[in-house]
């Protein structure tokens, strides 16, 4: 794992932690860093960051804080607090 890779992972962590502790301000700012430092690295983001993060206002998702996971036909469907929906196969 590189540098920047880890780097992206503990802030993956950070940001659940801040999320977690009701922090969502300190949530989106790992976010956006980690998001960053992957742009500058050519790196594409770990499966688990996009799926907990949202595109739109970059919450970290946590379901029953800022997020609500459901089924529907095969697919997850994440809703933001934010509004924000996203969905992906179930079982990718
Ligand atoms: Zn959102």
Redesign the pocket.
Known sequence: MTVAAERIARLEELARAATKAGDHDRARYYVRLARRIAERNRLSLPTSFKRFT?D??D?YLLPGENARFRLQNGHVVVT?????HARYPYDE
Do not use: L, V
Not at 80 to 84: L, N
């Open positions: 949202c739109d206002c919450a933001c607090s934010c509004g924000a």
